[in-house]
């Protein structure tokens, strides 16, 4: 079976590919979720204007993912955590505390998503947590974890 995706799927193609894959798997998987459409006889021009209009998504989101990197990068965010006895942890710092200090302190809106902080923190001083952005920008942000009073 023939199918144009119309979003990228991976392990088979980005969008506006046309590709040729099993009855089943392009019936019951691709076409069901909206992810390819079934290539006909205008399918090239279809693909090749799914192409272009990706290809500008891409440049344009890679773009605003640059200058927020540029706006953010290496800058500091204090977040408190609650200490207890014996300088032990009351909860943690996640992704998401870090995104709301970033508004709060800096205002840049970071999706939490983005913030590529493998295990949660649970100690005092400073962290680097790295941000993905976009597939191709990077930025880092320091994260000074401080008592709360």
């Known amino acids: 079976m023939r199918v144009l995706l119309t979003k990228d799927v991976d392990n088979l193609g980005r969008a506006g590919d046309v590709k040729e894959v099993a009855d089943g798997y392009g019936r019951n998987f691709l076409l069901r979720r909206k992810l390819a459409i079934a290539a006909g006889k205008g399918a090239e021009t279809e693909a090749k204007r799914l192409r272009d209009a990706a290809v500008k998504r891409e440049t344009k989101d890679r773009d605003e993912a640059q200058t ?6 290496n800058k500091t965010v204090v977040v408190r955590l609650k200490i207890g006895a ?3 942890a009351f ?3 996640t992704n998401q ?3 709301a200090a970033l508004k709060a302190q800096h205002r840049v809106e970071i999706d939490r998503h983005k913030i590529d902080l493998k295990d949660p923190i649970k100690t005092l001083g400073e962290h680097k947590v790295p941000l ?6 990077d930025a880092h942000v320091n994260v000074i974890v401080t008592q709360d009073r």
């Open 86 to 88: 014996e300088d032990k």
């Open 68 to 73: 927020v990197a540029d706006e953010i990068n």
């Open 132 to 137: 993905k952005l976009h597939r191709d920008v």
């Open 91 to 93: 909860g943690s710092i």
């Open 97 to 99: 505390d870090i995104a």
